[in-house]
């Protein structure tokens, strides 16, 4: 590795201890030729291996890039975004496995993606499961609003507590 500070081609690994759980290796070097030291850390490569067979390295900014194009005009900020690809990532690599397949790459970004934006999500789902008819929309959309159905209904039910709560009141105020 070379040096930083004098650009000398060689440096002496003079401490590695592990970090993040010994997903990366953190080196402490020393430059024989200006006696600075520096760190450097190693990770493992996570390859996504493409339909074609060619295998490149994973990267969260390819992610949000191809996430940004689904949310044009959605209001989905770039926070959001670097988020979802964070989010990924982790579920990624939680495998565990050194290569995936892109395609599980896709998988991987539906679910966050459907909790930022549902219509982001649509045109992002429509590509990436090459939706070719209305049916394939909406036999989805289906789904969403079934989901959404469910999510209101667990929301009243919530909101039963609430009427629960009025007799106690009303008995409350008898007493007084
Ligand atoms: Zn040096």
Avoid: W
């Amino acid at each position: 590795m070379r040096c930083p500070y004098c650009r000398h081609a060689d440096s002496r690994v003079v401490d590695s201890r592990e970090a993040d759980d010994g997903q990366l290796i953190r080196r402490r070097r020393s430059c024989p030729e200006c006696g600075k030291r520096f760190t450097t850390v190693e990770e493992a490569v996570l390859a996504v291996v493409k339909r074609s067979g060619v295998t490149e390295p994973f990267s969260r900014t390819k992610i949000a890039n191809g996430v940004r194009k689904a949310c044009q005009g959605r209001p989905v900020t770039e926070d959001a975004l670097a988020l979802l690809a964070q989010r990924v990532e982790d579920a990624v690599r939680s495998r565990g496995a050194a290569e995936i397949p892109s395609n599980e790459v896709g998988l991987a970004i539906l679910g966050p993606l459907r909790e930022l934006d549902v219509v982001a999500y649509l045109r992002f789902a429509s590509v990436y499961r090459s939706f070719d008819s209305l049916g394939d929309f909406e036999r989805e959309i289906e789904t969403l609003r079934d989901e959404a159905l469910a999510r209101e209904a667990a929301r009243e039910q919530g909101g039963g507590t609430a009427t629960v709560e009025e007799p106690e009141a009303a008995a409350a105020s008898r007493t007084v």
